[in-house]
């Protein structure tokens, strides 16, 4: 089968395309025939090397996917071929033609997601559901302030949030991210490369500020989230890409919580809950993963570019 491999760890062009084994699946194990990869920020970290969790070289990329199940192992009750499922994480990585998963690390994929869709749904639905419920304990009536609203995550929060009853406010750099966010449901969208977004947001409210941020790029935002963040608020920070400098009274004066999280710290107990809840929220519609660009999967160095450089609009994916 043809897979993405990386040997060397650097910059995107080092994966590269090859022929590998296609992998058999015993006990607990499934393999999944992949239809479309998901593409995450993540991926572009682990590849780098630098990340705490940084794969053994060499390695094939991707911890979301969706497809149809192949075969099974001997002791696999879950699954059976042909079943359409989406992946929570893989043993062989998912930029490839198949994929070997624990039977843990699947989810079931209804009917009316696509597998591009699909491919879309794991590291952005979980993250964001992790981020607002079991992190922050979001609560139907308070407002979320969603930063990068128009990326994976962000439209992934923007759709839990609305679904339970918070009113919604985010922010994209864009007028083709700010439409995207709007249809997808936030009550609010503000530009945030306007210096004055955060004061803005805090004058749209009332002056009550916001109970909820979610912090896509907290090295950049974090100092400055408290202009916007209403008392006893609580700022979950999900991703970062450098340092800061930081000022801890800021977090004395409003006695707030800020929460660091990494889905890599979910316990299976948690992960179960959210199998369940993606699979309720794909199935009534009130989810709804938004697909930027399907890319060959030879163009993975692109995709890695892509989402890192360009402007966040929906997901991109890999087909193999």
Same mark, same amino acid.
């Given at each position: 089968? =043809?897979?993405?491999?990386?040997?060397?760890?650097?910059?995107?062009?080092?994966?590269?395309?090859? !022929?590998?084994?296609?992998?058999?699946?015993?006990?607990?194990?499934?393999?999944? =025939?992949? &239809?479309?990869?998901?593409?995450?920020?993540?991926?572009?970290?682990?590849?780098?090397?630098?990340?705490?969790?940084?794969?053994?070289?060499? &390695?094939?990329? @991707?911890?979301?996917?969706?497809?149809?199940?192949?075969?099974?192992?001997?002791?696999?009750?879950?699954?059976?071929?042909? !079943?359409?499922? &989406?992946?929570? #994480?893989?043993?062989?990585?998912?930029?490839?033609?198949?994929?070997?998963?624990?039977?843990?690390?699947?989810?079931?994929?209804?009917?009316?997601?696509?597998?591009?869709?699909?491919? +879309?749904?794991? /590291?952005?639905?979980? /993250?964001?559901?992790?981020?607002? $419920?079991?992190?922050?304990?979001?609560?139907?009536?308070?407002?979320?302030?969603?930063?990068?609203?128009?990326? @994976?995550?962000?439209?992934?929060?923007?759709?839990?949030? *609305?679904?339970?009853?918070? /009113?919604?406010?985010?922010?994209?750099?864009?007028?083709?991210?700010?439409?995207?966010?709007?249809?997808? +449901?936030?009550?609010?969208?503000? #530009?945030?490369?306007?210096?004055?977004?955060?004061? #803005?947001?805090?004058?749209?409210?009332?002056?009550?500020?916001? !109970?909820?941020?979610?912090?896509?790029?907290?090295?950049?935002?974090?100092?400055?989230?408290?202009?916007?963040?209403?008392?006893?608020?609580?700022?979950?920070?999900?991703?970062?890409?450098?340092?800061?400098? $930081?000022?801890?009274?800021?977090?004395?004066? *409003?006695?707030?919580?800020?929460?660091?999280?990494?889905?890599?710290?979910?316990?299976?107990?948690?992960?179960?809950?959210?199998?369940?809840?993606?699979?309720?929220?794909?199935?009534?519609?009130?989810? *709804?993963?938004?697909?930027?660009?399907?890319?060959?999967?030879? !163009?993975?160095?692109?995709?890695?570019?892509?989402?890192?450089?360009? *402007?966040?609009? @929906?997901?991109?994916?890999?087909?193999?």
């Amino acid at each position: 089968m =043809k897979a993405i491999v990386v040997r060397e760890f650097g910059e995107p062009e080092v994966m590269k395309l090859e !022929d590998v084994e296609i992998p058999q699946p015993t006990g607990f194990h499934v393999l999944v =025939k992949i &239809y479309a990869a998901g593409v995450n920020p993540v991926d572009t970290y682990l590849r780098t090397g630098i990340h705490a969790h940084a794969p053994k070289l060499p &390695y094939t990329p @991707g911890k979301d996917a969706a497809g149809v199940v192949e075969a099974v192992g001997e002791s696999v009750q879950r699954w059976a071929a042909g !079943d359409r499922v &989406y992946t929570a #994480d893989s043993l062989t990585g998912t930029y490839a033609e198949f994929s070997l998963c624990d039977e843990s690390q699947l989810g079931r994929l209804p009917e009316n997601v696509t597998f591009e869709q699909g491919a +879309g749904v794991w /590291t952005p639905y979980a /993250t964001s559901y992790r981020a607002l $419920f079991q992190k922050a304990g979001a609560r139907a009536g308070e407002t979320v302030l969603i930063h990068g609203a128009s990326g @994976g995550v962000g439209i992934a929060a923007v759709q839990w949030a *609305k679904n339970a009853g918070l /009113t919604v406010i985010g922010t994209a750099s864009s007028d083709e991210g700010r439409k995207l966010v709007s249809d997808c +449901g936030a009550d609010a969208v503000f #530009d945030h490369t306007d210096e004055d977004h955060l004061t #803005d947001i805090h004058e749209s409210n009332g002056r009550k500020g916001v !109970d909820l941020i979610i912090e896509m790029l907290a090295n950049v935002n974090l100092e400055r989230d408290f202009e916007a963040l209403a008392m006893f608020g609580r700022i979950i920070v999900v991703g970062s890409r450098g340092n800061l400098e $930081f000022t801890p009274r800021l977090v004395m004066t *409003k006695d707030a919580t800020v929460y660091g999280m990494s889905l890599f710290n979910s316990s299976q107990t948690e992960r179960d809950a959210i199998h369940t809840a993606i699979f309720n929220g794909l199935t009534a519609g009130y989810l *709804k993963p938004v697909v930027r660009e399907a890319i060959p999967l030879a !163009d993975a160095p692109r995709a890695h570019h892509e989402v890192i450089e360009s *402007k966040a609009l @929906g997901k991109i994916v890999l087909e193999p």
